[in-house]
């Protein structure tokens, strides 16, 4: 997933896990980031605390909807997600947006540009 124009994502390679239940569409993929990323609403190890990820999947829901939310959510974090899966990020978000901004450039900088991505030749996708 490439960042979103006109946020601190940008031009940054994010790398996606997705994997489909076999009772999909009933139940949500499980998605996650490989690659590092600095957001209030992404947990150290990936995971996305997105309502549609979660409680609020429907059949009529699919992934190509679940992947614009993830996107939509690069460009307007929620530092009030009801599960504050990074609340210290959340802080800096609320309290001081410029350094919370500059931290989320460093991140991309180093963990979805440049020489951290020359090693990656391939994204996997794990269906089950």
């Given at each position: 997933?490439?960042?979103?124009?006109?946020?601190?994502?940008?031009?940054?390679?994010?790398?996606?896990?997705?994997?489909?239940?076999?009772d999909?569409?009933?139940?949500?993929?499980?998605?996650?980031?490989?690659?590092?990323?600095?957001?209030?609403?992404?947990?150290?190890?990936?995971?996305?605390?997105?309502?549609?990820?979660?409680?609020?999947?429907?059949?009529?829901?699919?992934?190509?909807?679940?992947?614009?939310?993830?996107?939509?959510?690069?460009?307007?974090?929620?530092?009030?997600?009801?599960?504050?899966?990074?609340?210290?990020?959340?802080?800096?978000?609320k309290?001081?947006?410029?350094?919370?901004?500059?931290?989320?450039r460093?991140?991309?900088?180093?963990?979805?540009?440049?020489?951290?991505?020359?090693?990656?030749?391939?994204?996997?996708?794990?269906?089950?």
């Amino acid at each position: 997933m490439m960042g979103p124009p006109d946020t601190p994502y940008e031009g940054g390679v994010f790398l996606l896990d997705v994997n489909i239940p076999t009772d999909y569409p009933m139940c949500p993929p499980m998605v996650k980031f490989i690659t590092k990323i600095y957001h209030p609403n992404i947990d150290r190890n990936g995971f996305i605390c997105l309502d549609i990820l979660m409680d609020n999947w429907g059949p009529y829901l699919n992934i190509a909807g679940a992947l614009l939310s993830i996107v939509s959510f690069l460009t307007d974090p929620n530092p009030d997600c009801v599960i504050d899966v990074s609340p210290e990020i959340s802080r800096l978000y609320k309290d001081d947006y410029d350094r919370y901004e500059a931290t989320v450039r460093e991140w991309t900088r180093k963990y979805a540009m440049g020489e951290y991505l020359k090693g990656l030749t391939f994204l996997m996708f794990v269906f089950l």
